[in-house]
T-cell receptor, first 113, second 113 residues
Framework: GAGVSQSPSNKVTEKGKDVELRCDPI?????LYWYRQSLGQGLEFLIY????????KSGLPSDRFSAERTGGSVSTLTIQRTQQEDSAVYLC???????????FGPGTRLTVL | TQLLEQSPQFLSIQEGENLTVYCNSS?????LQWYRQEPGEGPVLLVT?????EVKKLKRLTFQFGDARKDSSLHITAAQPGDTGLYLC?????????????FGKGTKLSVKP
């Protein structure tokens, strides 16, 4: 079946603008994860969903970041008033259940000018 | 805070050489996973090890989990150009509240023909 898909694949925006990143998990996967990968850094965990619920939002870097998941499927990560330090690749992963093997999407490369 | 240190950060070798990548932590992990990531793609899971002292082989790749479940190594025999990529180790932290993977910063491997 289809893997995890993310859109857009690339996003260039100006400082101060809002952006929305989308993740379509593998069908039937109940858990969904967001990570951020900056140049030269490992993957930084942001948030995860079990169904539509995010039990812990403390991994989000600031209150400019928010995420939601609807219908137990698609998730969007929104960054408000983007800053240059937000530039990174944002990766989404899903798993059949929480703590199962995570399957990653190709990521969205965000560049804030 | 749990951290995973990977070494070396960069590795450039000739085809046919052997190499070992290390992943170390002062923390105990419930499991440890190795991923390989190519440019423009998300990480792809290679192996999961869960038992201290466990050794798993995947063709020319040998993965070992330390007895105390704090460290792991990846050994590649007779490296080929197709092995080029970013290798990431990740520790399972599912006992925590976030239910996430803790990633190392990765080892960027380049195998030259």
């Amino acid at each position: 079946g289809a893997g995890v898909s993310q859109s857009p694949s690339n996003k260039v925006t100006e400082k101060g603008k809002d952006v929305e990143l989308r993740c379509d998990p593998i069908s039937g996967h109940t858990a969904l994860y967001w990570y951020r990968q900056s140049l030269g850094q490992g993957l930084e965990f942001l948030i995860y969903f079990q169904g539509n619920s995010a039990p812990d939002k403390s991994g989000l870097p600031s209150d400019r970041f928010s995420a939601e998941r609807t219908g137990g499927s698609v998730s969007t990560l929104t960054i408000q008033r983007t800053q240059q330090e937000d530039s990174a690749v944002y990766l989404c992963a899903s798993s059949k259940m929480w703590a199962d093997t995570q399957y990653f999407g190709p990521g969205t490369r965000l560049t804030v000018l | 805070t749990q951290l995973l240190e990977q070494s070396p950060q960069f590795l450039s070798i000739q085809e046919g050489e052997n190499l070992t990548v290390y992943c170390n932590s002062s923390s105990v992990f419930s499991s440890l996973q190795w991923y390989r990531q190519e440019p423009g793609e998300g990480p792809v899971l290679l192996v999961t090890v869960v038992t201290g002292g466990e050794v798993k082989k995947l063709k020319r790749l040998t993965f070992q989990f330390g007895d105390a479940r704090k460290d792991s190594s990846l050994h590649i025999t007779a490296a080929q150009p197709g092995d080029t990529g970013l290798y990431l180790c990740a520790g399972g932290d599912y006992g925590g509240s976030q239910g996430n993977l803790i990633f190392g910063k990765g080892t960027k491997l380049s195998v030259k023909p």
